[in-house]
Structure formats: structure tokens, C-alpha cells
């Protein structure tokens, strides 16, 4: 086992480029906004800044375009102390961009062209996993092919790392996927699309965790908002409350959840403190704009 346990980020990298306006267009419509932001963001980037940023080792694979948001985008993770070393810059594709609105209460509506996201492949993973230790984590998401995805949980799996696997954006995953994740982190959407329940309460909150664990998932974290976190396994079930603060911008939330509980399981914390901790990084996260600027350091969550 590593002296110092890491992280692998298998997953998306995109430029954000943000628009803040009064309310959210409906369709058709042209508002006028008040703000403009462009930032590095993807889902995979994301987590990946989350972990360094809240003290883990961190190696990112992804791909990245030939281009201009592509060479910047992998210069931003450098300076977070990421491990590029299996993202790839590809010349068919430009590199992913997402294109954000988000309201005055920090709701957002989200539109993602993936580029070059599409390419990440399997040779890239397995080299990316070669040196993997048990102790390492290996992070998740649905932003790139799922043959990569299925693959990366294949490869993982076999070599006995813990798994998390955030399933966004939602999408139907077969019960031999699942039945490789140590831990699932769904929001009550995405459990809905995994577990075809409606989720209008805790109750049936507890019924969607209750089939995906029977799918074989090993731990479910099923956010919920302003309602907290329902943490859940095969032996125990619990709540964890979600911190009060007033949301400025909700984009990555989940991502910096995510990031917060690989870097404080890497760290030795257990399955609760971790998500205790990842809640209080993600409500920190909401007071800011953006997506990766958004992502609190370690020093902001001890104070």
C-alpha cells in the first residue's frame, strides 16, 4: 500500500462559461443577465480540484481538445497540484463547454456540448490504473462514454480499489455496474432514474437506497438538498443534516460533495464522517459563484 493514499479522477473536463440573471428564461425567451464568468469546470475536473484543494493526492484522466480552453483547462489543474499525466489532448474534438445559467435564488439550467470528453478510452484508463493501490479511491461520473465508464469499473474493481461512482448526468446503469461500487451518490433524480421510485419523501427515499443496495451497490449517499444526505448500507441507515446557508449558486455542489468525501476516506475517515465533512464543504460551496471557484480549501473547512 502507497504512504500516501491518492485519488483517480476518471472523467469530464470543461470550460463553464456562466450567465447570472433575475430569473431563468423560459423557452423562447431572451432575459437580460448581470453577470458573466468563465471558469474551469466538468464534472471529472471538478471532483478532482475538490480532493486537492481538501488535502488528497489526486490523478486526473480525462481528454482535453487541441485547442485554447483545452490548454488552459489542463494548466488549471497543475496549478491545483493534479496529476495530468493520462489527460490527453486529442485534435478531433474542441474541448467540452458547458453553458450555465443560474437565478437570483441559485438555481441553474446547464446545457454541456462534451467534445472531447467523448474520447477518453480504455487504454488510457488501464495505464491510468496500472500503479493503483488498494488504498486508493477511484472517482466516477457519466459526463464520458459509458464503455469507459463500464470499463474503468471493471478495472477497478479487480484491483480491489473503493469505488464512487456519481451518477450524473442521470442515466440507466445495469445492476453488473452497480454491483461494483463501494459507494453511490446519487440526488434524488438520478435515484429515481436508477431505481424507477418516485422520491417525494424520506420514505421513499429509503425505498429507492433500499433497491440500490440490493442492486449490489456496497454504501448509497442520496443527497437531498436543503434535507440533508441519506446515508444507507446493508446494516445501517442514517441521516446526515444538511448545513443552513443562503445559495448563491448550486453548479458544483455536487461535485464538491463528491471531491469532499474521496479526500476525507483517503484520509482515513469513516463512511459518516466523510459525508458529514463533504456536507460542509458543499455548503460552502453554494455562498459562491462558479463552479471550481466555488470549492472551498481544507483551511476554510476547519475554521
Known amino acids: ?49 475538490a480532493a486537492a484543494r481538501l488535502g488528497a493526492k489526486v490523478t486526473m484522466v480525462a481528454c482535453v481538445g487541441d485547442d485554447l480552453f483545452g490548454t488552459q483547462a489542463k494548466a488549471n489543474l497543475e496549478t491545483e497540484s493534479i496529476d495530468c499525466s493520462y489527460v490527453f489532448s486529442v485534435s478531433n474534438q474542441a474541448s467540452g463547454i458547458a453553458l450555465i445559467s443560474v437565478d437570483e435564488h441559485g438555481e441553474n439550467q446547464i446545457v454541456v456540448a462534451p467534445g472531447a470528453n467523448n474520447e477518453v478510452s480504455e487504454n488510457q484508463i488501464a495505464k491510468a ?5 488498494s488504498d486508493t479511491i477511484v472517482m466516477l461520473q457519466l459526463e464520458i462514454p459509458q464503455t469507459a465508464v463500464e470499463y474503468a469499473l471493471k478495472q477497478a474493481s479487480a484491483q480491489g480499489t473503493r469505488i464512487i461512482l456519481d451518477p450524473a448526468p442521470a442515466r440507466p446503469l445495469s445492476a453488473d455496474s452497480l454491483s461494483k461500487v463501494y459507494l453511490l451518490t446519487p440526488n434524488q433524480i438520478e435515484a429515481e432514474m436508477l431505481t424507477n421510485i418516485s422520491i417525494a419523501d424520506f420514505d421513499a427515499a429509503q425505498r429507492a437506497a433500499k433497491a440500490l443496495l440490493d442492486l449490489g451497490v456496497q454504501n448509497v449517499a442520496l443527497t437531498m ?5 441519506l446515508l444507507a448500507n446493508n446494516e445501517n441507515l442514517s441521516i446526515i443534516p444538511a448545513i443552513e446557508v443562503e445559495a448563491r449558486d448550486t453548479t458544483a455542489a455536487g461535485d464538491c460533495f463528491n471531491g469532499a468525501l474521496a479526500s476525507a476516506l483517503s484520509n482515513g475517515k469513516s463512511l459518516e464522517q466523510a459525508t458529514r465533512y463533504a456536507c460542509e464543504a458543499a455548503a460552502i460551496a453554494v455562498t459562491r459563484m462558479g463552479a471550481q471557484d466555488s470549492i472551498p480549501s481544507l483551511e476554510e473547512i476547519r475554521q
Request: proline share 3%.
Open 1 to 49: 500500500m502507497s504512504s500516501t493514499p491518492s485519488v483517480i479522477v476518471i472523467g469530464s473536463i470543461n470550460t463553464d462559461m456562466l450567465v447570472v440573471s433575475e430569473r431563468l428564461p423560459s423557452a423562447g425567451e431572451t432575459v437580460l443577465g448581470s453577470q458573466f464568468k468563465m471558469s474551469g469546470g466538468g464534472k471529472g475536473a471538478n471532483q478532482a480540484v
Open 129 to 133: 490504473l496500472e500503479s493503483a493501490a
Open 225 to 229: 438538498g436543503h434535507d440533508g444526505v
